[in-house]
Nanobody, 121 residues
Framework: QVQLVESGGGLVQAGDSLNLSCQVS?????MGWFRQTPGKERAFVAA????????YYADSVLGRFTVSRNNATTVLYLHMTELKPEDTAKYYC?????????????????WGQGTQVTVSS
């Protein structure tokens, strides 16, 4: 069983940076960040292996967002830069304890409660 608690969302202006954190309790194989806006499906943002140095990004955030983790403190991070209004969404931390697709939300078994990020123009 894995428990996830996100923090760090807020209201920022376009071009600003923002850091999200996710406290992880339990063992995970793969960790991911997803985001969702009203009326749309939850979309993949970034993922990282917990014990391997592989990272994955959606095309829309590549070069602007960085996913990382601190294994000692079991915290997952998402460092977001050059934020755009279209990055506005509720961001979710996700985890799974088995192999699977890094970008398919259906392959993640555990989810945080989400944290809202709003980017004004």
């Amino acid at each position: 069983q894995v428990q996830l608690v996100e923090s760090g969302g807020g209201l920022v202006q376009a071009g600003d940076s923002l850091n999200l954190s996710c406290q992880v309790s339990g063992r995970a194989y793969m960790m991911g960040w997803f985001r969702q806006t009203p009326g749309k499906e939850r979309a993949f943002v970034a993922a990282i292996g917990w014990n391997v140095p592989y990272t994955y990004y959606a095309d829309s955030v590549l070069g602007r967002f960085t996913v990382s983790r601190n294994n000692a403190t079991t915290v997952l991070y998402l460092h977001m830069t050059e934020l755009k209004p279209e990055d506005t969404a509720k961001y979710y931390c996700a985890a799974r304890d088995r192999p699977g697709s890094y970008h398919d939300r259906r392959d993640y078994d555990y989810w945080g409660q989400g944290t809202q990020v709003t980017v004004s123009s």
